[in-house]
Nanobody
């Protein structure tokens, strides 16, 4: 079992930046693909970005390409999401997710965090 802990959310003005972090509690996830999803009020949860276990592959939703960057440091057992040029429509709860299967991560990840709120003011 992998428990994921997100941190770094908060309130930021449009155009600003935030960096989210995700780390597992109690064990490593260095062999897992890790991704970020978000759910805005009244909307479905949507895929944002994913990174393979070895960082060789990253996949971004079109809505965040060029503004968000995912990275991981397996030595620190942490995945990061750098979010730049934030927009008000980026206001959502951001969830970290992980799975040994990178394809399954995109749709039904096995492990989820509790989420961290990101609010972007206009």
């Amino acid at each position: 079992q992998v428990q994921l802990l997100e941190s770094g959310g908060g309130l930021v003005q449009a155009g600003g930046s935030l960096r989210l972090s995700c780390a597992p509690s109690g064990r490593t996830f260095s062999n897992h693909a890790v991704g970020w999803f978000r759910q805005a009020p009244g909307k479905d949860c949507e895929f944002v970005v994913a990174i393979s276990w070895n960082s060789y592959r990253t996949d971004y939703a079109d809505s965040v390409k060029g503004r968000f960057t995912i990275s991981r440091d397996n030595a620190k057992n942490t995945v990061y999401l750098q979010m730049n040029s934030l927009k008000p429509e980026g206001t959502a709860v951001y969830y970290c997710a992980a799975d040994l299967d990178a394809r399954r991560l995109r749709t039904t990840p096995r492990y989820w965090g509790q989420g961290t709120q990101v609010t972007v003011s206009a």
